[in-house]
């Protein structure tokens, strides 16, 4: 008799669960998947830090309309066949309203076709443009991607190289997707800005020594080298042309600055030359900058509240996931999360004031981001210091 | 620049690296002669070389000479660790599976490490510092004579153990028979101790010399090891000498290749020579040629 009593109740109980559970605001989940391993690990980690920080963040104000967002985290271990299974997986068994990532190029490419059959929108933190280039690299209706496009980075460059009346250049790519990105994206705008490109090498991004690439580069006598490549390859550029004693300056592409870049190329970084985001230089933009208030917050939450920086210190990348997902949040909120609307509404974003810039978005546009959101950095005493 | 001048240079890129190389296949060789197997976590003793000496050096402010000698013997205790633990409690002899357990022993050394050490890249300071010697016009890296000389002491010092000391001909006994070795009296288990110990302290060094110049992660071992193991097959596998002239000949082909035909493609050039010399003596260029077809 007892036991029948306990019963009852029990089955009572999950009734009233079971009918309570829809009541209480079911989560909305998003996809979200990094390097949090493979070659590009110490951005793709952080770039997950930062995504959970900013979910946290949202769902303590309150969540979209109430329903807070829940991460669905993977790795993809920097691999365009892993990018893509994870991809149908977020899609197919997750059912997720949005995704977040890749983090490499060469991912973000293996994620593009899936999410674009699936119609599911995703912002992605890639670095290179063809994600969302249309034309024969695929249609890009569903892909965003946070990061400053490569052709804004490299017109960042050109305008100052024009300034200073620099007009013979030697670029150094790696050839990875990210590398071939950037060279094309140099060799395009080269004659808009009057500059010419006088040698061109390459290198693996797993390579220790590019002298040999640096060599060919000193005895075409450059006014000035351009490098293009993430990670480690960066640092080991800028020894060696230290090391070959090349008097050009050194400019490295948007993807490097980092305090690890510095640690890597010791004094070799002295003078270095690269654009980027606002971040690296927070406390020396003037206080009319719209979005300095928008960057101390970020910075405070990252240092001072996460602790993130004892492990990654913040670096140009830390802000990307940030504006992705704040971006898809304020279009949730505004539109539902149903795919076809909410992919409008977060085409239709105008005006939205990040960490790395201010975006406005287009159809014809998925990233929008202008040159103002980009800034020219020179390390001097191993410090960032803001380029007029 | 003259075009003498531009070979030279290249030249000496080359022998920097190829000299990285060599000190790397000379591990592989060591436990080759002792043990008759490929040791694949040769890569990460490398690795581990340049991580601990992070430690020791920058983060324990412990002075350089003394963090190498830490370094050197943590990772033979690794080393031995290896070899005392798997490999000799594998219940199987068979070679294949004793290389297998190398390639697993590499696989959590490298996740451990990425765990214990984080995933940036890091790196140390150069022993004598970090401003280039011009030599004949050319510049050559402090850095790069350390790694020359290193190389060149210990496969000097390396020839004359193998083959003068009592120990040195007792490791290789052990190699070419087992079974004898042991009736001969020669206590097998702490020679193949020994050998792995000796391997894995000259991984450390090469990874404590190259950290200076290539920085080092917790995933680059893989791509050392690689190009160590190629440097041996080249030279003939279990050569001293061998590893020596096939890590310097893989490091200036990819130095002429990367200048003088096309930077992209000069990994496809240097292990198409590989190959080709493969193809013509399969024992590698200094191999003793006892392969025996089955």
Known sequence: MKNHVATAVFLACLWIFSGMAPAAAEPIKIGAFFDLTGPSSAIGTPTKLVAEMVVKKINDEGGINGRPLQLVVADDEGDPTKAALIAKKFTESDKVAAIIGPTRTDTGMAAKPIVEQMKVPDFMTVGGDVVIAGGKFGPFHWTFKSPQRTTIAVKKIYEYLKRKGLQKIAIITAADGFGKDGKAALENLAPEYGVSIISAESFQPTDSDMTTQLINIKSAAPDAVVCWTIGKAGAIVAKNVRQLDIQASLFQCHGLPDPNYIALAGKASEGNIMPSTKLMVASQLPDSDPQKKVILEFIHLYQDVFHYDRQFPINTHSGYAWDAIYMVANAMKKAGIQNEKLRDAIENTKGYVGVSGIYTLTPEDHNGLGTDSMVLVQIRDGQWKLLQ | ?294
Not at chain 2, 161 to 176: E, H, N, P, Y
């Open chain 2, 1 to 294: 620049m003259p075009i003498f001048l531009k070979l030279f240079q290249f030249l000496i890129s080359g022998l920097t690296t190829g000299s990285t190389y060599a000190l790397i296949a000379i591990g592989f060789s060591i436990i080759h002669n002792a043990t008759g197997i490929v040791n694949f976590a040769q890569g990460e003793f490398v690795m581990l070389g340049g991580m601990f000496m992070i430690t020791f050096f920058t983060v324990l402010k412990i002075p350089m000479a003394s963090a190498f000698c830490l370094t050197v013997i943590s990772v033979a205790i690794v080393g031995l660790i290896l070899e005392k633990g798997p490999l000799e409690q594998a219940r199987s002899k068979e070679i294949l599976n004793l290389v297998m357990i190398t390639v697993a022993a590499s696989i959590v050394i490298k996740g451990l490490t990425m765990i214990l050490w984080g995933k940036n890249s890091m790196t140390i300071p150069a022993i004598s510092g970090e401003s280039p010697l011009l030599i004949w016009k050319a510049a050559i890296m402090p850095q790069s004579l350390w790694i020359f000389g290193v190389t060149l002491g210990a496969v000097a010092m390396l020839n004359v153990f193998f083959r003068c000391t009592r120990t040195g001909k007792a490791i290789r006994a052990v190699s070419a028979n087992r079974r004898y070795a042991v009736l001969a009296g020669i206590p097998v288990n702490r020679m193949l101790a020994f050998s792995f110990c000796l391997s894995a302290a000259l991984g450390a060094v090469a990874g404590i010399l190259l950290t200076p110049m290539t920085t080092i992660s917790y995933d680059a071992g893989v791509m050392l090891g690689l190009k160590g193991f190629s440097a041996a097959i080249l030279g003939g596998y279990g050569s001293m000498t061998g590893a020596v002239i096939g890590g310097i000949l893989l490091g200036v082909m990819e130095s002429l290749g990367a200048g003088f035909i096309s930077s992209e493609y000069k990994d496809v050039l240097a292990f198409m020579i590989l190959l080709m010399v493969l193809f013509i003596k399969p024992s590698g260029l200094l191999g003793a040629g006892m392969l025996k077809r089955v």
